[in-house]
């Protein structure tokens, strides 16, 4: 059976893991599905949390103890369908964002735009958030994630979170939910850290700071596109704040 399909769907590793342990050991406590699973006790829990919440875990209590089990396979499709009802409305609040956006176009001051190609070039970027910050200044993250099959990249960035938080920058992220288990480390220096709603999650990262906006695309090799424009950044600003609020801890 290819696994990778519930990954596809929005799982992460870690819950398709538990997800299929339940489903072959039936109702059961922590510990064995932990095991079972191959998890960490102190993240079978939030796995769980995780999958009930996507409807496709539940639990009983038996005496004090929590049982828990997988619902029936079919609510995968259930899932399936709300994450598209979902994708459907934030099209709708898009294309109602048009007119605007439309305006917008042509305003305001002359932008320089920069595609950067290939690991290096694409990386290049966080060794100049690095170098360019002070100690105590911040620069903000929407949409943080390592990508598939890109070698390095998470070594990359977890001496990268190393030498920022050394100098003294601060980081303000918002990543995405299937990311949470799965972040370096070193992010935790020096940084406040929130998860975007599944139904937010993109497969773009948006970084940004003083005048500067830097998307990137992580797919079979790193994209980049720097784009310099101050009020291009003062909007990142107004949507990542936009965000926070709705964003889970």
């Not at 342990?21 to 932990?34: C, E, H, P």
């Not at 496709?56 to 369908?81: M, N, Q, T, W």
């Not at 190393?162 to 980081?171: E, L, S, Y």
Request: net charge positive; charged share 30%; hydrophobic share 40%.
């Amino acid at each position: 059976m290819n696994t990778k399909v519930l990954e596809e769907i929005g799982l992460t590793e870690g819950e398709t893991r538990v997800y299929l342990a339940l489903l072959k050991l039936g109702s059961t406590k922590t510990g064995a599905l932990a095991s079972k699973a191959g998890v960490s006790s102190s993240k079978v829990y939030k796995i769980l949390d995780r999958l009930e919440k996507k409807g496709l875990v539940g639990h009983v209590l038996k005496g004090e103890i929590k049982h828990f089990s997988a619902l029936e396979p079919e609510r995968l499709l259930d899932y399936v369908e709300k994450k598209e009802a979902q994708l459907s409305e934030k099209k709708r609040l898009v294309e109602r964002m048009l007119p605007e956006l439309r305006k917008q176009r042509g305003l305001g001051e002359k932008s320089e735009a920069t595609v950067y190609s290939g690991f290096r070039a694409a990386t290049n970027f966080f060794r100049g958030i690095v170098d360019e910050l002070g100690g105590g200044e911040t620069y903000y993250v929407i949409g943080a994630g390592y990508g598939e099959g890109v070698p390095g990249l998470y070594d990359f960035f977890y001496k990268h979170h190393q030498r920022r938080a050394k100098k003294g920058v601060r980081v303000k992220m918002l990543a995405n939910h299937n990311v949470r288990d799965t972040l370096v480390e070193t992010v935790w220096l020096k940084s406040e850290i929130r998860f975007l709603p599944e139904y937010l999650i993109t497969n773009m990262e948006i970084v940004f700071y003083r005048d500067k906006v830097y998307i990137i695309l992580a797919g079979d090799e790193l994209v980049g596109f720097l784009l310099e424009n101050a009020e291009a950044a003062k909007g990142f600003r107004k949507y990542f704040n936009m965000l926070w609020g709705m964003s889970e801890k």
